[in-house]
């Protein structure tokens, strides 16, 4: 084969070849990724506690506005991040899944409430009742 031929064609990668190179990107995404850190703790500022009445008002109208029943609202934690609460809604709803799914993300794109280190400080907790 001339040097024409392979200059005017795709370039051919082995398995082995495309695998090491695959390897190679993992290798630097791992090192991009480890290098990426959060904030220390003391830098983070609980989620909940930058949530006012009025942004909790807001979210239960909106949920109301969907169709949804507000049972209640509390503050939760997540087990792994226990020192940063965020807010929860728990909902009553009638629909199929699909329909809950729709609204509920509806709703968040409504209430368009986000703090620095949490896209979603209030959150839909969906109790079906169909």
Same mark, same amino acid.
């Given at each position: ?7 005017? *064609? =795709?370039?051919? &990668? ?7 190179? %695959?390897?190679?990107?993992?290798? @630097?995404? #791992? ?7 959060? =904030?220390?703790?003391?830098? +983070? @500022? ?9 942004? %909790? ?8 506005? %969907? /169709?949804?029943? @507000?049972? #209640?609202? $509390?503050? $939760?934690?997540? =087990? ?8 929860? !809604?728990?909902?009553? *709803?009638? /629909?199929?899944?699909?329909? !809950? &799914?729709? +609204?509920? %993300? #509806?709703?968040? *794109? !409504? !209430?368009?409430? +986000?703090? $620095? ?5 209030? +959150?839909?907790? &969906? &109790? =079906?009742?169909?």
């Amino acid at each position: 084969m001339s040097s024409a031929a392979s200059d005017s *064609g =795709p370039e051919f &990668i082995s398995l082995s070849q495309r695998v090491e190179r %695959l390897d190679e990107d993992v290798r @630097v995404l #791992k090192a991009q990724v480890a290098n990426l850190s959060a =904030p220390p703790a003391a830098e +983070r @500022v609980p989620p909940a506690s930058q949530i006012t009445p009025a942004q %909790l008002q807001r979210a239960a109208e909106l949920a109301e506005q %969907l /169709g949804f029943r @507000v049972l #209640k609202t $509390e503050l $939760e934690t997540d =087990p792994d991040d226990p020192e940063y609460p965020f807010w929860v !809604l728990d909902v009553e *709803g009638e /629909g199929t899944t699909r329909e !809950l &799914i729709d +609204r509920q %993300l #509806k709703w968040h *794109g !409504l !209430l368009d409430v +986000r703090t $620095e280190f949490d896209p979603h400080p209030i +959150r839909l907790f &969906i &109790i =079906p009742t169909s």
